[in-house]
């Protein structure tokens, strides 16, 4: 026998285990957080769309059904519980969340999540009466309201620190409700609410909304960030999930599942929009 004809048996019968090897950190199994503070349904709720994300990104990846899952959290401490999992390897969180959290819990931002019908970058908008407010000035003793309200740092700094430094008397408050706090807006009480994209988009809709106006908006911003979790996943095995997420959308079998978490795509993290974001976050620590 040759040594070339040796030298091909030889790689022949290592074929098996190199296949073992490039497959054993899909098949050991690591999860995704999936975490919104304030927004709609629950964990248990949102288990069946979580099973088909989880899913298609693992056959997109060309893993086991049994390499991903992932989990839903609408409170801030469930996410955060979550996340100290040691098979916690991705979390798909808020901005507002991985602003808050990115320093903590290590997540290294790697694509961003475009909600269904809407825009890569959007802005927060602060809502108020009908004249009520024109600086930041005239919150003092107000009430602001908002989904990012677990983040005051977000609020303050990410959100309105381009419009100028919000008064020490205004109480941000956290919440999934606007809707009763638009209502004492419109007739005059000192709330303000603070609105993602979705939610401004529907004030026209209310039968109070000529009683509110817009008063200032944020600039445009991502709405979700698909993050690492510390170094828990070795950079190819997140170059194969990232590379499969954005598949998703060209992928017809992955349709149902995308529509089920409400995202038309994953992309690239707008690298601008992030560090523009992400230094206003800091400057509202100083």
Do not use: N
């Not at 040759?2 to 074929?15: E, G, N, P, V």
């Not at 828990?232 to 149902?256: C, F, H, K, N, T």
């Amino acid at each position: 026998m040759s040594a070339k004809r040796r030298w091909c048996d030889r790689l022949l019968l290592l074929a098996p285990l190199v296949l073992l090897v490039a497959t054993t950190c899909a098949a050991d199994g690591f999860l995704l957080v999936v975490c919104a503070p304030g927004y709609p349904g629950s964990t248990a709720e949102a288990q069946p769309a979580m099973d088909a994300l989880a899913g298609a990104v693992a056959e997109a990846a060309g893993w086991s059904p049994d390499a991903l899952s992932a989990a839903y959290f609408e409170t801030e401490e469930g996410g955060l519980k979550a996340l100290t999992a040691p098979d916690a390897g991705l979390a798909l969180v808020t901005l507002p969340f991985f602003l808050e959290h990115r320093a903590a819990l290590g997540l290294e931002p790697e694509l961003q999540a475009v909600p269904v019908g809407r825009h890569d970058l959007e802005p927060w908008a602060l809502v108020a009466g009908v004249g009520a407010v024109s600086t930041p000035a005239d919150l003092d003793g107000w009430t602001l309201v908002s989904l990012a309200g677990h983040s005051e740092r977000f609020v303050r700094g990410v959100a309105l620190g381009g419009w100028g430094a919000l008064p020490d008397g205004v109480t941000v408050v956290f919440s999934g409700a606007v809707l009763s706090s638009l209502r004492k807006a419109a007739r005059g009480d000192a709330v303000a609410v603070l609105l993602d994209a979705e939610q401004t988009a529907a004030v026209d809709g209310l039968p109070f909304s000529d009683e509110l106006e817009e008063v200032v908006r944020s600039p445009p911003l991502p709405v979700s960030v698909l993050c690492s979790v510390g170094d828990r996943l070795p950079r190819e095995q997140l170059e194969a999930v990232s590379a499969a997420m954005r598949a998703l959308a060209g992928r017809s079998e992955a349709a149902d599942a995308l529509a089920g978490v409400r995202i038309e795509r994953f992309e690239a993290v707008d690298r601008e929009a992030l560090d523009r974001a992400e230094a206003a976050f800091a400057e509202a620590a100083e």
